[in-house]
């Protein structure tokens, strides 16, 4: 699958309505591409114990979404084999009081992985470039000095995105970024299906109707933080979402991908590594060979 075809390419062209939400590139069918999905899920699996046995290189794999994109579901199908002994995932919920004293960039820089290990984060430091200029009264709460709040603050704050994510790589952290892309009639039809499922009733939440009726202004900063933020070392993957088995097929594809280009094989062993070995593999045949006389 050529995965450059979803990169968001910033300069004055670019524009959000240019990816159809409806995509489904040279899968024939949702089965097709479940088993592309589970394979490359399970590839995934494997390559996360390379990159954890390296310890040099981490992965942060970041999903955005407006309400009623499967993030959760996408995040759950795509990392379900994971060892839970190398990643982290991270929910984004509304900061709590001590988060909202904090930086903007603090919650996120507490939750980076570790090198040799994979961090997921549900929504992400960019809630604060998006959220909060559909809604003021949310960067009120952080009662920032002038010189932070100004005219500029947007444009400040992707600045400040792009260097963290730029320092990030220069201490071996990699950054994925997915926007799941979904389309307005769509969002309705799975809120309505969060309505009416039992076992999804509850993730329904006014909120989400209220954030809906600001769709276009949401299509118009998303777009815009796309401009600003998605870079060479760090793009934006838009992901057409209206079909949840061809999404979850090619972020795992492009997460596979990722890890490939990390490490493709285990680390070797160093001389005094092996010498190590033999010694301790001499040790454990002497003691077969003395417990057997």
């Not at 009081?97 to 549900?122: C, M, T």
């Amino acid at each position: 699958m050529n995965h450059k075809q979803f990169i968001y390419k910033p300069d004055k062209k670019a524009r959000l309505a240019d990816f159809d939400p409806n995509f489904t590139a040279d899968f024939d069918d949702e089965q097709q591409a479940r088993a592309s999905m589970e394979k490359d899920a399970a590839d995934i699996a494997k390559y996360q114990d390379i990159l954890m046995a390296h310890e040099t290189n981490g992965l942060l794999v970041i999903f955005q979404a407006m309400d009623g994109a499967g993030k959760d579901a996408t995040i759950k199908n795509v990392m379900s084999n994971l060892d839970p002994q190398g990643c982290e995932m991270k929910m984004f919920k509304a900061p709590s009081e001590k988060e909202v004293k904090h930086d903007y960039l603090w919650r996120g820089a507490q939750s980076v992985p570790a090198r040799g290990q994979i961090g997921i984060f549900n929504r992400s430091y960019y809630e604060h470039v998006i959220v909060e200029r559909i809604h003021p009264e949310k960067l009120a709460r952080e009662n920032l000095p002038e010189s932070a709040a100004g005219k500029d603050i947007w444009k400040k704050r992707f600045r400040h995105i792009n260097n963290f994510e730029e320092y990030l790589l220069d201490n071996g952290i990699h950054t994925l970024k997915f926007f799941l892309n979904l389309s307005k009639e769509e969002q309705r039809e799975k809120l309505l299906e969060r309505m009416m499922r039992p076992e999804k009733k509850w993730k329904f939440a006014l909120e989400d109707l209220e954030d809906r009726k600001h769709w276009d202004e949401y299509m118009k900063v998303y777009e815009e933080a796309f401009n600003q933020t998605s870079t060479k070392i760090a793009p934006w993957y838009i992901i057409p979402d209206n079909h949840r088995w061809f999404a979850r097929a090619v972020i795992a594809s492009v997460v596979l991908e990722k890890l490939k280009s990390l490490h493709s094989k285990y680390p070797k062993q160093s001389d005094k590594q092996k010498k190590e070995m033999a010694k301790a593999q001499a040790a454990l045949h002497k003691e077969s060979v003395s417990r057997n006389k």
